[in-house]
């Protein structure tokens, strides 16, 4: 895993290039240093924002939210209001959820992982408005690439 400070808001997570038969998220080395890194660049929680079909991520009991991730593999990094389809929000209160999260996760480009701002329940609280859903949130990171470049961002 490589680490590049390409902004002074924004860092590029690099994991090995996909191959036929492999991805970075399945290999669990790379997942455990991404998953730390993750996990200490914002103060815990994190909070996912899943687009599309998102019965694989019952698990975590997911509630209905109008904010939607576009999918990062088209080159696009926004989560736009859509309050007729929306997209669903997952808490991941460790380290152990997360690394679960990203193995389960089907398309991981139509996923971004966002750190509350205050807490969980003023996160969902702002992204149940019509406003602008960086409210909700202190950074957020956009997986691309089958997982292999990661963009966090520092919004505050």
Avoid at 14 to 22: A, K, M
Avoid at 78 to 96: F, K
Avoid at 127 to 144: I, K, Q, S, Y
Wanted: glycine letters at 6%; proline letters at 8%; a negative charge.
């Amino acid at each position: 895993m490589r680490v590049s400070q390409v902004a002074f808001d924004r860092f590029l997570v690099e994991l090995p290039t996909p191959e036929p038969g492999y991805t970075p998220l399945t290999d669990r080395e790379e997942v455990d240093h991404l998953v730390r890194f993750l996990w200490e660049y914002a103060t815990p929680p994190v909070l996912a924002l899943v687009a599309g079909d998102a019965s694989w991520c019952q698990p975590w009991s997911p509630r209905r939210v109008s904010w939607e991730p576009e999918d990062a593999d088209c080159g696009v990094f926004e989560i736009a209001w859509h309050p007729d389809r929306g997209s669903h929000a997952v808490v991941l209160g460790s380290q152990d959820e997360l690394r679960r999260f990203l193995a389960a996760c089907p398309v991981i480009s139509q996923v971004a992982l966002l750190w509350p701002r205050v807490d969980i329940a003023k996160s969902f609280m702002k992204l149940a408005e019509n406003g602008d859903w960086r409210g909700a949130a202190d950074a957020v990171a956009r997986f691309a690439r089958q997982g292999s470049e990661i963009t966090v961002q520092q919004l505050r």
